[in-house]
């Protein structure tokens, strides 16, 4: 029983670092779309402009419906290229969820259906094959949710080497900052 659990995990393990993924790469496109170019990203456009809209909103009417027609359609228009991936990237993440779910609730009735052939003909104990069986289930969970963070733990690692580098740099170390974090006193009082 256990070994067909162990035997199924990996597929599972890919199911959670795929979704994690899909997930991640949702957050940061849409958290750091335009922060490396100096060009502003669509939402921070419309944004710009409901905001003029809002704060002028009585000089915007006063040139009239059309006038507002034209802010509007302006608005709309920035708003399309984020829809446009939106749609190209939901194709991918439905189909990621779905093959996720699917994993998932195969390795469950597998394992299920296993463990009650255990236990009908091999007279196991149900509560400790029941036990193993969420065990590595779980395990196999949380293991692909922490695949899925490499990137970011390798970047951390990649981050604190260079502070690391700063604070155990000689010409940093004779420096009078320095001497100052060494003997400052902190207290939480």
């Known amino acids: 029983m256990a070994l067909f659990s162990l035997a199924t995990a990996p597929f599972i393990m890919f199911a ?21 170019s100096g060009v502003l990203d669509p939402y921070d456009k419309s944004n710009a402009l409901v905001s003029d809209i ?8 006063s040139f009239g419906p059309k006038n507002i027609d034209q802010l509007m359609q302006r608005y709309a228009s920035f708003l399309e290229e984020p829809m446009k991936k939106g749609h190209k990237s939901s194709h991918l993440s439905g189909l990621m969820f779905g093959y996720f779910q699917a994993i998932r609730f195969f390795f469950f009735a597998s394992n299920f259906y296993l463990s009650t052939i255990f236990i009908y003909d091999q007279n196991d104990d149900p509560e400790q ?18 695949l899925s963070l490499v990137t970011s733990f390798t970047k951390s690692i990649q981050a604190a080497n260079k502070i690391f580098g700063i604070i155990e740099d000689e010409s940093f170390q004779k420096s009078p900052l320095y001497q100052k974090i060494c003997h400052s006193k902190f207290s939480l009082e």
Do not use: E, H
């Not at 899909?22 to 922060?35: E, L, M």
């Not at 094959?129 to 922490?146: D, S």
């Open 16 to 36: 959670g670092v795929i979704l994690q993924l899909v997930i991640w790469d949702r957050t940061k496109s849409s958290s750091q779309a335009g922060k490396d």
């Open 129 to 146: 094959t029941y036990i193993a069986i969420y065990t590595v289930m779980m395990a196999a969970f949380a293991a692909g949710g922490a």
């Open 54 to 61: 809002l704060i002028n909103y009585k000089t915007v009417i």
